[in-house]
């Protein structure tokens, strides 16, 4: 597998490109013969020591060979020397460290750590610590720490640690641990563990484990777990596990296990398990037949209706409703 940072060894000299780390496309770039049984290159990676690729020490890299097989003229000792010197190049061309100057950069694989960047075209950039990150285009951005992100256009961003993230237009963000994300436009989210999110426009939001999101406008969300949802306007959500769900607007949920839902305008809601629900306006709330579970409907406003499935009849919330008809029957003796 090419790890980072990759390189082909030459007989004379050593390949190392600054912006991908595949072998093949090293192989096709240089043009190498590589279906020969003696092919007159070596690929290798040189790693560093302590797993931190901003410690720029080359005391701290050392070289792997990534192949099986090494030719008789292959020298370790050359190999290892000629690639810190392309380290050299690539660390001062690709690396933005405690800078804040807001430098821009198009087209590039670029690691900031503590700094500032402007993030163009296919720009990749990995952003840890307290660097600040603005991506455009198809702009690539994974962001660790206390990282700051600001994605539009096509731009992709992975966030994680206590990372912070604004996606627009046809952004797209994978959250996790503690990150937060503030998602608008056409904007997809992806969250897990305990990040939290703020959607609207037409934004769509996955999240699961105890990822918290409020979902607004457009806004789709698919919940689980222990997350927790508020959506509104024509918001669509799905809530298991223990999810707590507040939609509203002409928004949709289906809500499962322990969640509790209220839905009002023109909602529709399906709970079951433990869920309790209150649902007004034109609110349809349909009941399953898994009475063992619980569900029970806590309060019925306007013309919301509940289709119990026991006796196949569709109720109305009229004044003269009682809920008690909505209560787990009595076991038979």
């Not at 660097?131 to 256009?153: H, L, T």
């Not at 105890?210 to 918001?235: F, G, I, L, R, W």
């Not at 398990?273 to 034109?282: K, R, T």
Request: neutral net charge.
């Amino acid at each position: 597998m090419c790890q980072l940072k990759s390189g082909i060894v030459l007989k004379d000299k050593v390949f190392i490109p600054l912006d991908y780390d595949s072998h093949e496309d090293m192989i096709k770039e240089l043009k190498l013969d590589d279906t020969t049984k003696e092919p007159n290159f070596v690929r290798v990676e040189i790693i560093p020591r302590d797993g931190d690729i901003f410690n720029h020490n080359l005391d701290n890299w050392k070289l792997k060979v990534d192949q099986d097989c090494k030719p008789e003229w292959f020298n370790d000792k050359f190999a290892e020397a000629e690639m810190k010197k392309e380290l050299k190049k690539w660390f001062a061309e690709r690396f933005i460290v405690n800078d804040n100057s807001w430098q821009r950069r198009e087209n590039q694989r670029i690691y900031v750590k503590n700094a500032s960047v402007e993030a163009w075209g296919n720009a990749s950039v990995k952003a840890s610590d307290n660097a600040s990150v603005e991506a455009w285009g198809n702009a690539s951005v994974k962001a660790s720490d206390n990282a700051s992100v600001e994605a539009w256009g096509n731009a992709s961003v992975e966030a994680w640690g206590n990372a912070s993230v604004k996606a627009s237009d046809n952004a797209s963000v994978k959250a996790s641990d503690n990150a937060s994300v503030k998602a608008s436009g056409n904007a997809s989210v992806e969250a897990w563990g305990n990040a939290s999110v703020k959607a609207w426009g037409n934004a769509s939001v996955k999240a699961s484990d105890n990822a918290s999101v409020e979902a607004s406008d457009n806004a789709s969300v698919k919940a689980s777990d222990n997350a927790s949802v508020e959506a509104s306007d024509n918001a669509s959500v799905k809530a298991w596990g223990n999810a707590s769900v507040e939609a509203w607007g002409n928004a949709s949920v289906e809500a499962w296990g322990n969640a509790s839902v209220k839905a009002w305008g023109n909602a529709s809601v399906k709970a079951w398990g433990n869920a309790s629900v209150e649902a007004w306006g034109n609110a349809s709330v349909l009941k399953p037949k898994d009475y063992t579970s619980g569900v029970i409907v806590k309060e019925l406003k306007d013309f919301a209706s509940v289709k119990d499935l026991r006796v196949n009849k569709i109720f109305v919330a009229t004044e003269e409703l009682r809920l008690a008809q909505f209560k787990k029957p009595k076991d038979k003796k």
